[in-house]
């Protein structure tokens, strides 16, 4: 008789199935090192939200990792109201409006999941600078969609100069049916860009931030 695989032997399977290390996955769920060490050797269980953290980030059920019950999803989840949202580099996103697009969806290794109504194309990126505090901090996870456009006081992800950036949308002006505006951060030591001055392409619009708290 085959012996079963077990919770710890799943989870490093799936991680490898994944081409993520372990230090992604702790980070990915804001957890140590040492604690997916842990789940992997069966010397711990994860429980509750790092679990779920988990199953997302390994794109397979709780239940799965538990008990191995249950289909793993090779893909991304596709569930009716459900999306699967490409969590990528603010490198990826500068490309993000243009030809690859899809190409960079395909090759995405880490997805979030959202009932939110959004489009195909929307897409998930981790704040990496402090431009927005103290409403947004480095390491949040924000929820972008292009097919949604910024009224006045949106959150935004924009392309500046091959540059892209989290900022706050503002309407300046309309001239010959083009708009003219500004991306103005929250953190009053960065500076203001408008479009009248700079090449600025906007890549979508801000749906929803998540914030994983640190352990």
Same mark, same amino acid.
């Given at each position: 008789?085959? !012996?079963? =695989?077990?919770?710890?032997?799943?989870?490093?399977?799936?991680?490898?199935?994944? !081409?993520?290390?372990?230090?992604?996955?702790?980070?990915?769920?804001?957890?140590?090192?040492?604690?997916?060490?842990?789940?992997?050797?069966? =010397?711990?269980?994860?429980?509750?939200?790092?679990?779920?953290?988990?199953? =997302?980030?390994?794109?397979?059920?709780?239940?799965?990792?538990?008990?191995?019950?249950?289909?793993?999803?090779?893909?991304?989840?596709?569930?009716?109201?459900?999306?699967?949202?490409?969590?990528?580099?603010?490198?990826?996103?500068?490309?993000?409006?243009?030809?690859?697009?899809?190409?960079?969806?395909?090759?995405?290794?880490?997805?979030?999941?959202?009932?939110?109504?959004?489009?195909?194309?929307?897409?998930?990126?981790?704040?990496?600078?402090?431009?927005?505090?103290?409403?947004?901090?480095?390491?949040?996870?924000?929820?972008?969609?292009?097919?949604?456009?910024?009224?006045?006081?949106?959150?935004?992800?924009?392309?500046?100069?091959?540059?892209?950036?989290?900022?706050?949308?503002?309407?300046?002006?309309?001239?010959?049916?083009?708009?003219?505006?500004?991306?103005?951060?929250?953190?009053?030591?960065?500076?203001?860009?408008?479009?009248?001055?700079?090449?600025?392409?906007?890549?979508?619009?801000?749906?929803?931030?998540?914030?994983?708290?640190?352990?």
């Amino acid at each position: 008789m085959m !012996k079963k =695989e077990s919770a710890g032997e799943r989870i490093r399977s799936r991680r490898k199935a994944l !081409k993520l290390t372990q230090l992604v996955v702790a980070s990915g769920i804001g957890v140590s090192h040492v604690a997916v060490s842990q789940w992997e050797k069966d =010397e711990t269980v994860p429980r509750g939200e790092n679990l779920l953290r988990l199953a =997302e980030l390994l794109q397979c059920t709780a239940a799965w990792i538990i008990d191995g019950e249950g289909e793993v999803f090779a893909a991304p989840l596709n569930v009716s109201g459900v999306n699967a949202l490409p969590l990528i580099t603010l490198t990826q996103a500068a490309a993000w409006m243009q030809e690859q697009r899809l190409l960079i969806q395909q090759q995405a290794t880490r997805f979030l999941y959202s009932d939110s109504r959004l489009s195909e194309s929307a897409l998930a990126i981790t704040l990496e600078d402090t431009a927005m505090q103290p409403d947004y901090r480095p390491g949040d996870t924000l929820i972008f969609d292009p097919a949604v456009n910024p009224q006045p006081g949106d959150v935004v992800l924009a392309n500046i100069n091959g540059e892209v950036l989290v900022r706050i949308y503002r309407l300046m002006a309309e001239q010959h049916d083009e708009q003219i505006f500004s991306l103005r951060p929250l953190n009053d030591d960065f500076p203001v860009h408008a479009s009248s001055e700079k090449k600025i392409e906007l890549i979508g619009t801000m749906m929803e931030m998540r914030r994983y708290r640190a352990r």
